[in-house]
């Protein structure tokens, strides 16, 4: 029986142990335009806006270290062959979000009314977030 190149890795490709720097190697493209997002925003910021520009880049800075944690909790679930219940990864889920949460409102408060900048980077983040995350599954599926 002959294999397709293309198939799915095989167990044994996995990484065996996670680190923040296989993880930054994964999302380089994704933290690259984070970053020029921030710089893009804070260069606006010197038409008398700083604290809107500040706000925005820290939305996505904060949606940046939010993706990162996450795929570095999620390559050690896989790395250490533990299975967890839908129960376990719902709560830690939950958990994870919820401080997320505070935290953005928090700032966006205390920051009001330039403070909405932040919930507006992390939204612009996740839409990045997303597009970098879709681009390789068409492509995939378009190879099939």
């Not at 800075?61 to 990162?68: Q, R």
Request: charged content about 15%.
């Amino acid at each position: 029986m002959m294999t397709d190149e293309r198939s799915a890795p095989a167990i044994t490709d996995l990484p065996d142990h996670a680190s923040i720097g296989r993880v930054v190697r994964d999302q380089r493209k994704t933290i690259l335009i984070a970053l020029a997002l921030m710089v893009f925003g804070l260069w606006f910021g010197q038409y008398g806006t700083w604290t809107l520009a500040g706000c925005i880049a820290g939305g996505v800075l904060i949606g940046l270290a939010n993706l990162l944690h996450t795929e570095y909790w999620l390559l050690r679930i896989i790395t250490s062959g533990i299975e967890p219940t839908r129960g376990q990864i719902t709560r830690t889920t939950i958990v994870r979000l919820l401080v997320l949460s505070v935290v953005a409102i928090g700032i966006a408060v205390a920051f009001w009314p330039a403070g909405i900048g932040l919930l507006l980077g992390l939204a612009i983040f996740r839409l990045i977030s997303l597009a970098m995350t879709a681009i390789p599954l068409l492509k995939e599926l378009k190879n099939q």
